[in-house]
Nanobody
Framework: QEQLVESGGGLVQPGGSLRLSCAASGFTLDSYAIGWFRQAPGKEREGVSCISSSDSSKYYADSVKGRFTVSRDNAKNTVYLQMNSLKPEDTAVYYC?????????????????????WGKGTLVTVSS
């Protein structure tokens, strides 16, 4: 069964760092672009970052540019989101999404109608 599992969330003080992981099972990630999304309490889900299947293109939302870094390790079937200089407004449940029909540029990340998978999320809380 195809599955994505996020991990690495937790409680961190403002200015701190966390590294989220998105691990796939039941399929290999090397053909998939991966997006990171987040949903804060009472707000809509928003896109945070994307990485293309070839690792040649990456997208970051303006709100995280310069603080977050997305990377992938296909040998480990895992994608990472390194989050530095965390702010209280980064508090949210973070989800990863794997898609085969995804166009990733530095300006946007657009999912098409192909097969895609969502993880169940990991909670990040930034608070003193």
């Amino acid at each position: 069964q195809e599955q994505l599992v996020e991990s690495g969330g937790g409680l961190v003080q403002p200015g701190g760092s966390l590294r989220l992981s998105c691990a796939a099972s039941g399929f290999t990630l090397d053909s998939y672009a991966i997006g990171w999304f987040r949903q804060a309490p009472g707000k809509e889900r928003e896109g945070v970052s994307c990485i293309s299947s070839s690792d040649s293109s990456k997208y970051y939302a303006d709100s995280v540019k310069g603080r977050f870094t997305v990377s992938r390790d296909n040998a480990k079937n895992t994608v990472y989101l390194q989050m530095n200089s965390l702010k209280p407004e980064d508090t949210a449940v973070y989800y990863c999404r794997a898609g085969v029909e995804v166009i990733v540029t530095a300006r946007s990340c657009a999912y098409g109608n192909g097969v895609d998978y969502w993880g169940k999320g990991t909670l990040v809380t930034v608070s003193s």
